[in-house]
């Protein structure tokens, strides 16, 4: 559940902050460090100590990869060219809550969890443009009702418990296959760019 809120909160958030004029009534308050860090600890740090607490980072190796999550992620949210001008994240944009919910809803084995986590934190570093699934220009359409079966499919997988039923996951597979897709096309029509 944790994820489809943390997706439906970050997309309305600016708005009511907006809509109250934030920056008007509170001059010396930074609305945008405020949802830097509240972006970072819910899809860096609850991801990563929810990880460590399920036994799926085990260990003083486990720990070890928790803290490279904090680490990478710190680089991503510091980067001032972590966005380009189409909206895209430039490496992987550290979306560790999505990386959880995926790794909670197919029970990954430890091994699997490591490899995954390895990739998504080397990833950090390489500038491929990664779709942002609201924001993305090309097959927008097509990518919002991916997104919405997406949260769909994740409710249900949080309301039934972990591991995901079979049929869910299919469908968690299948998105994660269209939007990363998405990206590796991009990145190769591109160069770098989606």
Same mark, same amino acid.
């Given at each position: 559940m944790a994820r489809p809120c943390a997706l439906f909160i970050d997309s309305i958030d600016g708005s009511f902050a907006r809509l109250a004029r934030v920056g008007e009534r509170l001059p010396r308050f930074s609305g945008e460090r405020l949802d830097l860090i509240v972006d970072y600890v819910t899809y860096v740090f609850v991801p990563a100590l929810a990880l460590v607490r399920a036994g799926f980072l085990e260990g003083a190796l486990g720990l070890v990869f928790a803290a490279? !999550? @904090? @680490?990478?992620?710190?680089?991503?949210?510091v980067d001032l060219a972590s966005k380009s001008d189409d909206y895209s994240f430039v490496g992987f944009p550290t979306v560790w809550n999505v990386v959880a919910f995926y790794i909670f809803a197919f029970a990954a084995p430890p091994w699997v969890t490591y490899v995954i986590v390895a990739a998504a934190i080397i990833l950090t570093f390489v500038p491929m443009r990664w779709v942002h699934p609201m924001r993305v220009v090309r097959l927008r359409f097509l990518t919002l009702i991916v997104t919405f079966v997406? #949260? #769909?499919?994740? !409710? @249900?997988? #949080?309301?039934?418990?972990?591991?995901a039923r079979p049929w869910i996951q299919v469908v968690l597979v299948a998105v994660a296959t269209y939007l990363i897709g998405l990206t590796v096309d991009g990145f190769l029509r591109k160069g770098t760019t989606t």
């Open positions: 490279l !999550i @904090l @680490l990478s992620s710190l680089f991503h949210f997406w #949260v #769909v499919a994740a !409710i @249900l997988a #949080v309301g039934q418990g972990f591991p």
